[in-house]
């Protein structure tokens, strides 16, 4: 889990508090829609690790004088037991998976305090997002294939087991240490194969695909497949597309090429395939993008049956 500068918030954990009587808290480093992000020191490893708290805005609010969580409003119990059950859930799928390089290290998740942990990997290095700003705004596109192409085979793995992010952007794309490129914040990522979902909306100007503006919008594969195609124009153009529901109304989606970008026409046909407003015009998988995108076969990318789109 990567830090970041949002500061601290008010009901975060006291720093120096033993949580699980194990890991010995530190300063927040950011506070999300669904939960605070602590930087800790994990005393059995010896380690710094990060370590997400469910706490949803709105939803929770820290019992005075303790470090237990209540609820908001007591109406909102199912909602937020129900929220609580899909966090875990996707915590086991990520462990189990957490052998994975692309992704952030998941070590550990546990319930205390009435809410539920989630014990990260400490990255250091920089988002994409700081990257492109340092290099003057955008990407020459073999610098943007180089950074992407591990994102995609994280993405397709992330598939097979049933995972899709819903949140990729550059914000959310970390580049450790100038080598490594890894997937993080999970917050939003849903098991759609197991029709577990989470309801929480999040939503990035551009990068967002029209079905997550609804609940009743269609997801899976190919709503990651449209954020990793608005994360690639960033990097090739300097800004992301127009948002979703604009495009939907009236598409004014301008081709890389006739922003003076040098990409070649079988690439940018795919990308803006990858773009399409209307799910069933995408890519139906990871594998397929790759194929025309890079111009080669992605080992291991049939998809299976549960990740069929629906027509």
């Not at 710094?48 to 708290?53: W, Y």
């Not at 009435?114 to 920089?126: D, R």
């Not at 952007?169 to 997937?183: A, C, D, F, G, Y």
């Not at 929480?200 to 990793?228: H, R």
Request: charged content about 20%; proline content about 6%; overall charge positive.
């Amino acid at each position: 889990m990567r830090a970041d500068d949002t500061g601290t918030h008010e009901q975060a954990l006291p720093p120096r508090y033993l949580l699980a009587g194990r890991y010995l808290m530190g300063a927040p480093l950011g506070r999300g829609g669904f939960g605070i992000t602590y930087k800790a020191y994990d005393m059995l490893t010896s380690t710094v690790v990060a370590i997400k708290e469910f706490f949803p805005k709105g939803f929770a609010r820290r019992i005075p004088h303790s470090c237990a969580v209540d609820l908001s409003d007591p109406n909102t119990a199912k909602t937020f037991n129900y929220w609580l059950s899909a966090f875990t859930q996707e915590a086991k799928v990520l462990t189990s998976i957490k052998h994975m390089d692309g992704i952030v290290g998941i070590y550990n998740y546990f319930l205390t305090n009435n809410t539920a942990y989630i014990v990260l990997e400490f990255l250091t290095g920089m988002s994409l997002h700081r990257f492109i700003n340092g290099r003057g705004g955008k990407l020459h596109l073999q610098e943007t294939l180089n950074i992407m192409r591990p994102v995609l085979e994280t993405l397709l793995l992330l598939h097979q087991h049933g995972v899709i992010h819903k949140d990729i952007s550059p914000e959310n794309i970390q580049i450790v240490n100038n080598r490594t490129i890894k997937l993080i914040d999970f917050g939003a990522a849903s098991i759609y194969n197991q029709n577990v979902s989470k309801p929480f909306f999040v939503l990035k100007k551009g990068y967002s695909p029209l079905e997550l503006y609804s609940q009743s919008g269609v997801q899976g594969p190919w709503t990651d497949i449209y954020q990793i195609g608005a994360t690639i124009y960033k990097c090739l153009v300097g800004s992301p597309p127009p948002e979703a529901t604009e495009r939907y109304k009236h598409d004014k989606l301008v081709p890389p090429s006739a922003l003076g970008v040098t990409i070649q026409p079988v690439r940018e046909k795919s990308l803006l395939k990858a773009l399409a407003v209307n799910y069933k015009d995408r890519y139906s998988n990871i594998g397929a993008f790759q194929q025309m995108f890079y111009g080669e076969f992605m080992p291991n990318s049939q998809m299976r049956p549960v990740a069929n789109r629906p027509d």
